[in-house]
């Protein structure tokens, strides 16, 4: 529109202010590119005290002037500088104050990063459609590990770390390093090469893999998200643990691992027992032990006062025998005596009491076989044949010669009595 139509009476025209524009040019923006990725160069690059970040992004023909705010930025785990490829993500916006077109960053990477994370989604998504991650493939953890393999590399904090919590959680343990490079272009196959190793060695074999390093940029991490590091994790017989970086870095070997830990500390933890835990819980066990020992031979004992009462002294029975022996040959003779005159009372007496012998002799043998049962169920049994019965002072049984030590009371109760003694020494059991 020319100077004259502008100042031409009578023209039917619209006037916005500056604001309106440059707030409607900012609507127009935000809503027709509501998230972008942008790559280029940083420059001019400002830090106020305010914590935003203020920055420029060029490539050889255009430039673009960027915000990234504080609550935004605070998540960057790198220091931009200028002169450094980036790939910011954020909206396209205005700032009305001075109508300059800008883009407000939510995150960025540098830019050999951004490649790295396309390499790593791809190959994600190509493990995950083989079925690598399946949680039905996961090998469990033995509970009580002896010898652990832990791949890393030997001069890393991270490992002293993790040798510390091992052997303060369970000293016995045996530990292995297998030595590789944790970055670097030999890296990937130093650490294929060594899950191979370690599951063909059987001299000792291994019960748990450690898969480990410190934390890092992507590029740091990258041989453990690698393909032949993942396929090398996926082949092993022996479970493996994956613990890359920090807790916040999840690599391809934790996908593909049997169990993943967020931190190499954390994956010590979890893969050794507590020796104090397990001591206290065999501790209860045999305390557990120890009560059920005591109830069965309590209800012995009284199953025996049962039998003892039940059982007569063979001479009653046999006081009883001859009784009633004598009244029969009473009561014969008298019978005899009337009736058959003619028989020989002597020899029918003889039969008699041959017969009462025979009946007298399976009673006898009848009741030694109930002495001996009784005999077989009374522990003072074993007792009256010289042995003890060992215990503390508090009534536990001692079994095994390492549950005291010299100069421990143990009292030893004996077929007649009982003794307390005082450990002199200890030998341990000699082999037969």
Known sequence: MSSSEISRPGVNREVISVSDLNRSARRLLEGEFPMVYVEGEISNFAKPSSGHWY??????????????????????????????QIIARGKISLYEGRGEFQLIAEHMEEAGDGALRRAYEKLKADLLAEGLFSEARQKPLP????????????????????????RRRFPAISISILPVQVQGDISATQIADALEFANGYQENPFDIILLTRGGGSLEDLWSFNTEIVARAVHASKIPVVSAVGHESDVSISDFVADLRAPTPSAAAELITPDV??????????????????????AGHYSDLGHIARRLRHP??????LHQRLDDLESRLRNNLRYKLGTVNLDEMYARMVTAMERTLERSQSKFQLHLQKLNTLNPLSTLERGYAIVSTPEGHIIKQADEVSPGNLVKARLAEGQITAEVRSIAEKEET
């Open 55 to 84: 920055f420029t992004l060029k490539d050889d023909k255009s430039q673009l002037r960027c915000a990234m705010f504080r609550n935004r930025n605070q998540r960057i785990r790198f220091v931009p500088k200028n002169g450094v």
């Open 143 to 166: 509970a009580m590990p002896r010898h652990v393999g832990i791949i890393t590399s030997p001069s890393g904090a991270a490992v002293q770390d993790v040798l510390n919590i091992m």
């Open 276 to 297: 104090n835990e397990w001591l206290a819980r065999v501790n209860r066990l045999g305390g557990a032990i120890n009560d059920r020992m005591a109830t069965v031979l």
């Open 315 to 320: 001479g009653h029975r046999l006081q009883d």
